[in-house]
Nanobody
Framework: QVQLVESGGGSVQAGGSLRLSCAASGRTISSYFMGWFRQAPGKEREFVARINKSGGNTAYADSVKGRFTISRDNAKNTVYLQMNSLKPEDTAVYYC????????????????WGQGTQVTVSS
C-alpha cells in the first residue's frame, strides 16, 4: 500500500503562487503514475494534472494549462504541483493520488489517495 500526505496549501491572493507537495510512504512511487485532483464545495472531484512514472510525460486540465506544473522526485518519493497565476476559481481541496495502471485522467482509475490540502484564492 501507498500512504500519501499532501502539504503546502494555504490562502493566497489572485495572481499568487503555491507549491503543493505529496509525500509518499509504504512503497516507492516510481511504480505509479501520479495525479493531482481537486474538489470545490458542491462540485465533483476534477482532474488537474498527471505525470508518468519517469516524469517525462505530463498532462493537464485545460483550466490550469500554462499555469500549473506537475513534477516528481522518485528519489524523495514526492510529487509536486507548482501553481502560478492563481485564480479564485482554483479554490478547492487538492488531492494527490497514485495509479498503478495508468495513465488516466479519471479519478476512478486511481488506487491511493491523500487526505487533501486546502487552497483558497481570494480576489
Amino acid at each position: 500500500q501507498v500512504q500519501l500526505v499532501e502539504s503546502g496549501g494555504g490562502s493566497v491572493q489572485a495572481g499568487g503562487s503555491l507549491r503543493l507537495s505529496c509525500a509518499a510512504s509504504g512503497r516507492t512511487i516510481s511504480s505509479y503514475f501520479m495525479g493531482w485532483f481537486r474538489q470545490a464545495p458542491g462540485k465533483e472531484r476534477e482532474f488537474v494534472a498527471r505525470i508518468n512514472k519517469s516524469g517525462g510525460n505530463t498532462a493537464y486540465a485545460d483550466s490550469v494549462k500554462g499555469r500549473f506544473t506537475i513534477s516528481r522526485d522518485n528519489a524523495k518519493n514526492t510529487v509536486y504541483l507548482q501553481m502560478n497565476s492563481l485564480k479564485p476559481e482554483d479554490t478547492a481541496v487538492y488531492y494527490c493520488a497514485a495509479d498503478a495502471l495508468g495513465p488516466s485522467s479519471s479519478f476512478k482509475s486511481y488506487d491511493y489517495w491523500g487526505q487533501g490540502t486546502q487552497v483558497t484564492v481570494s480576489s
